[in-house]
């Protein structure tokens, strides 16, 4: 059984920081690309950061890019994004998710993923 398991989130002030992570169990992604997705309370599910598997290549939403960044350890089959400047708005649940093969094509649509984790809840106070 395939999981994701996302931690790290909290409550944080304006302008601090926070590092998320997610752990997955079940198979080993070291081959695929991973990803982290946000949702704000009554709006969609948006694209963070995704990284190639061997994270040669990272792509970043124009909202974060700059402040937030992804890494990955294979070895720990695990993923991460870092967070700086923590702003309001990038309050959201934060997802990490994983594709089930092997695919070409964009990596910042939710259709590019199958498996998801829980999410973990990132407060930002102004």
């Known amino acids: 059984q395939v999981q994701l398991v996302e931690s790290g989130g909290g409550l944080v002030q304006a302008g601090g920081s926070l590092r998320l992570s997610c752990a997955a169990s079940?198979?080993?992604?070291?081959?695929?690309?991973m990803a982290w997705f946000r949702q704000a309370p009554g709006k969609e599910r948006l694209f963070v950061a995704a990284?190639?598997?061997?994270?040669?290549?990272?792509w970043y939403s124009d909202s974060v890019k700059g402040r937030f960044t992804i890494s990955r350890d294979n070895a720990k089959n695990t993923v991460y994004l870092q967070m700086n400047s923590l702003k309001p708005e990038d309050m959201a649940v934060y997802y990490c998710a994983a594709p089930s093969r092997a695919r070409s094509g964009s990596v910042v649509t939710l259709s590019a993923y199958e498996y998801w984790g829980q999410g973990t809840q990132v407060t930002v106070s102004s």
């Open positions: 990284i190639s598997w061997s994270a040669g290549a990272t």
């Open positions: 079940g198979r080993s992604f070291s081959k695929y690309y």
